[in-house]
């Protein structure tokens, strides 16, 4: 395996050199400085994972989402978030460039061992890893069975007979097993919900969606869910920042345009209020913020955009691709539908 290149390198150190000066700047407005230790709890990952990421001098980069969420955990500047972005791309590209899968590894269509659940680098060799040293032989004695008579062969339809009936016969008890399961489950749940808990469609509510399929944003929440309220409420006319954290005056500006609408002013975005938040969006009418959020979703999403705030030709097609891969009316208009699809394809939420 080769070493990073000269703008890879680059790239990582100054990714870490801006995440570094976050953290060393975060005491401020009479907040102090988080230790590694709770930012690493925050961030749901290891202390010495976000201590790689800190230093300059370690090759380990920093994934694009912690990047993100550093920046609102620590109340970085927003104009810092663009480079950190580019950068953090720039230095994840190079380490796909410079990490080829050596000969005698598992192939394309093989099994890949996942990686560690907190972006740690540090990989541990299996039995079959080439770089854990040759595999010593399994040895063979001159007594075996090379001299014994070749045992009797079983009639191959007999053989295929055996392993159809076993094979349905395991499926079969593994059908009544779940089906067993799920109905012991569904009931005890039924049972317990009826007598002293909440209805069993509250229970299912309580993941984080609403029963029409929009997400749940409330305080505490950081990042996507956040930024796409606060950016559909300055569409609205609030003044807030997009700083990506749900906190108190976001919530109260949530309640203030919930009472502005004859909805339950409770500070949380459900399906009634996000049906209220969204705006209708096509070449004639185009809100700034709107289309801010709009194009931040889709980039989000997966779907590459521009992030300008203008609905551009380019926005439109970004917009087409979103529809199209989503089995929606492709449009080019953020109706109500696909603000919903958008919403619902942005991967799980962070709360803090």
Not at 244 to 251: L, Q, S, W
């Amino acid at each position: 395996m080769t070493g990073p290149t000269a703008p890879d390198r680059d790239a990582v150190r100054a990714l870490a050199e801006l995440l570094r000066t976050w953290w060393e700047l975060s005491a401020r407005e009479g907040r102090p400085k988080p230790t590694q230790q709770s930012l690493a709890g925050r961030l749901g990952i290891g202390q010495t994972t976000l201590s790689r990421y800190l230093n300059p001098r370690h090759p380990s980069t920093a994934p694009l989402r912690t990047v993100e969420l550093l920046h609102t955990v620590l109340r970085a500047p927003a104009a810092d978030l663009p480079r950190a972005r580019a950068l953090a791309e720039a230095a994840a590209a190079g380490a796909a460039r410079k990490s080829p899968r050596p000969a005698g590894t598992a192939p394309a269509d093989g099994p890949v061992d996942p990686a560690p659940a907190d972006g740690s680098d540090a990989t541990a060799a299996s039995p079959q890893d080439p770089s854990a040293g040759p595999q010593s032989p399994v040895p063979v004695s001159a007594s075996s069975d090379m001299t014994a008579p070749p045992p009797t062969p079983v009639p191959a339809a007999r053989v295929t007979r055996r392993t159809a009936a076993a094979r349905a016969a395991l499926a079969f008890l593994g059908v009544l097993t779940l089906g067993g399961g799920i109905g012991l489950g569904w009931g005890a749940l039924a049972h317990r919900a009826g007598q002293d808990g909440p209805p069993v469609a509250a229970v299912a509510a309580s993941a984080g969606s609403t029963a029409a399929g929009w997400p749940l944003a409330r305080k505490g929440d950081l990042l996507w869910k956040a930024r796409a309220v606060q950016y559909l409420l300055r569409a609205h006319g609030h003044d807030i920042e997009a700083d990506g954290d749900f906190g108190v005056r976001t919530a109260a500006a949530v309640k203030k345009f919930q009472a502005a609408h004859g909805l339950l002013a409770d500070g949380k975005v459900g399906a009634r209020t996000w049906s209220h938040l969204i705006i209708r969006i096509d070449s004639q009418h185009a809100p700034r913020q709107a289309v801010v959020a709009l194009q931040y979703l889709l980039d989000n999403s997966g779907t590459a955009t521009d992030i300008t705030g203008l609905f551009t030709p380019s926005t439109t097609r970004s917009l087409e691709t979103f529809q199209r891969d989503r089995a929606l009316p492709v449009t080019g208009i953020a109706d109500r539908d696909t603000w919903r699809a958008l919403l619902t394809s942005q991967g799980p939420g962070i709360h803090r």
